[in-house]
Structures are given as structure tokens and as C-alpha cells.
């Protein structure tokens, strides 16, 4: 925005002021079609925002006034991490919002300084605001550090700036929307959009709009781990190209943060994912509150059942001699899902058993202490019928399977659990989700010898 509109705001802002008793006090920010000022009223400091008068004018100008008063619905309302919004007034050919204030940082200028322990609490309160947008049937569309505040203990987390909010529908001809048929702006900030979205290559719809809002939440999950911004290499070179390009193609690399737990990086690369079938199939609102730590549970439900301590089990997986990047790559996963299992549950007898024949298939057997029982979770890698490259996603399908010992191993068809890239190197965000499903599938067959300890059947599928 030129410094002669700048200028005009502020001249509209100083007599909205002085028309109501107060006093316009510093510009806090702005952006293409508004600004923002401190203003001090009788009753204390409030953000108000005012926008261009010719931003309101013609069919565009249609658009952003259903938008304002899609704002205006939401005064008084009841999130307490949503800034709320006072009052609304369409003066002098133009609108001015009051707000909320809140002398705090944006989230952008303290990513190098939130401490790793606040990042989920700080989640919980974004997640909050976006879910209770989402039940009234709301889009912010916009949601970046920028219009994250952060408070200076790293307590509270306000996610303001709904100028380009709409209502969720698969209407394209809705006057909040700026779609019209196959004629669909990109309206927010592209470096922090969804493939789907940055190119808008799918019609508004109900599924559209939240997979926005998972990748979005993923963004910032991004910058907070990262402590840098997404895609920051290619924004720096002022390459729009650059920046569509990674949009589309390039995945972050989380292995280095070794102080950030897994289940955390792993739902981080879940909202980030590119397709965005597969981001609705991996994410949705329950996954964002702190994963329960059942592991100890399990520790002490697998005692339980041998009241002996069991020395671990040290067998590895034969690595395959062939040159096939897709051996290659499944052995480096089953590895690690092996690996991870082991140092959970330590003293429970692990054995791998690989499939002949079929590198792309492994079983993993556990053997439970103190019973002729074991669980046998599959774990298979299917890939897409493209040629393995560095973009690639390949589905990663496990289930579970108690069974009486002795028996041959048990290969049962799994579900999708995981999305691996072999052109990364996210290999710990993977294992971790495939450990999550294992030690379902271990709940379930402790469950099972809990209340049965020699069950009559010789096989009973635990799911995946």
C-alpha cells in the first residue's frame, strides 16, 4: 500500500475518532486493502481496523462487505482464542472494525524463542479458534504466524485477521466466495496454502475448505518446529515460480529435531501432505489434542502377563542385496519400525519376518511373555504406479493378528496407517505413526489373554 493511502486512512481514522471522543494512536499494521491503528477510547485501548473506500466499491466490493458482515456476526462471541470483534461501523464510504487489542508479538517475530514444551498447549488454542470457526460453518482461509499473536510468556494465543473469512458450502457464486464457475481467485498467502488451494484446481466444497485449514494448522506446526518459516529459501528469492513450485512439491525435513517429540512431527508432515484426500484420510480435529502416554501402560501390562525380566531380543531384518530403490526403501523402513518397537517395549521378543518373494511385505512378530501367544502385525509398502522420484508418496498398509505358537508366520491384508517419501529423510514421523498402530494391536490382543488367557481359537484378527 502506497504512502498516500496510508495517509487517507489515517485522516479517515482521526475523524472516526473524533467523532466518538478518542484518540487515534499508532498504525499497527496493514496490508493491501486495510490498515490497522491503536485507538484510545473512553473505555480503553482497541485495534481498529478501516479499509480502502475503493475496496468496497463495485462487484468486488459486494464480496468484501459480505465478508464484513460475516465478521459482524461473530461480535460477542465466545472463543477465547479468536480476537473478538466490538463493534462494526460502515462510515464515510468505508468500514472500521474495532477490535480487541493486544500488545503482543505476531507469532512470525518469536518462532526462535517459543519453548519447546509450549507448542502443544499454544496448538490446543489455535486449534480452538479454527474448530470453533469450522462448527459455524466458517473458513478463515488466511491462518499464518502473521495472524497468530502470541502473549510474552508464551501462555495465551489469539489468531486474528479474518479478512478473507467465508462460509463453508460448495457454493462457487456465493458473494462471500469470488468464485464464479470456473473463475476462482486465489485470495490468501501462498506460501502457506494447500496445493489444492494455491492453484485452485478443486470447486469450494465442505472438504476443500478444511483440508485448507489442516494445512494451514500444519504451517504453523511447521514454523514452530522448524523455528523458521515454511518454504523461507524460496520466498527470500522473491521467485513467485519458486514458491508455487515448492508449494507443490517440496516436503519439510523434521529428523534433525530430535528435541520435538515424534507424534508431534508426525501430525506436522500429515497436515502437509499434498493430496488432499490422503490429508482427510490422516488428519482430523481429535488429532491435535497431546497424545495420551499409554506406552507405560503397556509396559506394565506385558509384565504382567511374565513376571520375569526378558532379555531383548536382537534379531535383525536381512537387508536385502538388491539394488531396487524400492527394496532399498522398505528395508530402511522396516528397520526403523522395528528398531522403534524395540526401544518402547523393551524385554518383548521381536522377530521380523520377511515374506518371500514379496520385499514389499514384512511380518513383525511379537512374541508375548509367559504364553504361547504372539501378535503378528503386517506391514506392507504399496506404491503408486509412477516411478520412484523425489516427490513420491507411498502408502504404508499395517494390521494385526493374535496368534497360537507354533504357527507359520500370519500375513493379513492391512489398513492405511502412514505416508512414507522416499526422496526425504521423515523415516522417525513414519515409524512413529506405524508404532501407534502396533500398539493398538497390542492393546487389543492383551485385552484379549486379560480376560481369556487360552483363548480356543487358533487366529484372532486385531484390525490395523
Sequence with gaps: MTEARLEELKMLCERYAERRGSKLLNRLGFGGSAAVYRLQTPSGEVALKVYLPSFLQGEAGLAERRRIELQRGLIGHSCHSLVQFLCIDLEE???????EF???????????????????????????????????????????????????????????????????????????????????????????????????????????????????????????IARKPLFDEEVQTGNRYAVAYAVQNKMPDFDQFADVPGDLKALTLNCLTKDPRHRLRLVSWDDFSPPSNDLEGIRKRLASLDHRKQRQHAHQQEILKQALDRKEFATKIFEAIASLVREQFAGL???????????????????????????????????????????????????????????????????FIALASPGSNNIQATTQQVLNAAQACLSKALSILEEESDPAQQKIKLGG
Excluded at 139 to 168: C, E, T, Y
Design 93 to 99: 464510504d468505508t468500514c472500521f472494525i474495532q477490535m
Design 102 to 224: 493486544f500488545p503482543w508479538d505476531d507469532l512470525s517475530k518469536v518462532l526462535a524463542v517459543v519453548p519447546r514444551d509450549r507448542i502443544y498447549p499454544l496448538l490446543g488454542q489455535l486449534v480452538s479458534a479454527l474448530h470453533f470457526l469450522d462448527e459455524r460453518l466458517l473458513v478463515h482461509r488466511d491462518v499464518k504466524p502473521a495472524n497468530v499473536l502470541i502473549s510474552p510468556d508464551f501462555q495465551r494465543l489469539i489468531v486474528i485477521d479474518l479478512g478473507v473469512v467465508r462460509n463453508v458450502s460448495d457454493d462457487e457464486d456465493r458473494p462471500d466466495g469470488t468464485d464464479h464457475g470456473a473463475i476462482r481467485p486465489f485470495i490468501a498467502t501462498s506460501q502457506y496454502s494447500s496445493p489444492e488451494y494455491l492453484f485452485r484446481t478443486l470447486p469450494p466444497s465442505p472438504e476443500l475448505w478444511l483440508g485448507l485449514t489442516f494445512y494451514q494448522i500444519g504451517g504453523v506446526l511447521h514454523d514452530l
Design 349 to 415: 521378543m521381536l522377530e521380523p519376518i520377511p515374506i518371500q518373494d514379496r520385499p514389499n511385505e514384512l511380518v513383525l512378530r511379537c512374541h508375548l511373555p509367559g504364553v504361547s501367544w504372539a501378535v503378528d502385525f503386517s506391514l506392507e509398502i504399496v506404491w503408486p504406479t509412477a516411478s520412484l522420484d523425489a516427490e513420491l508418496q507411498v502408502e504404508v498398509l499395517g494390521g494385526g493378528v493374535l496368534v497360537k505358537l507354533p504357527s507359520e508366520p500370519s500375513f493379513e491384508k492391512g489398513v
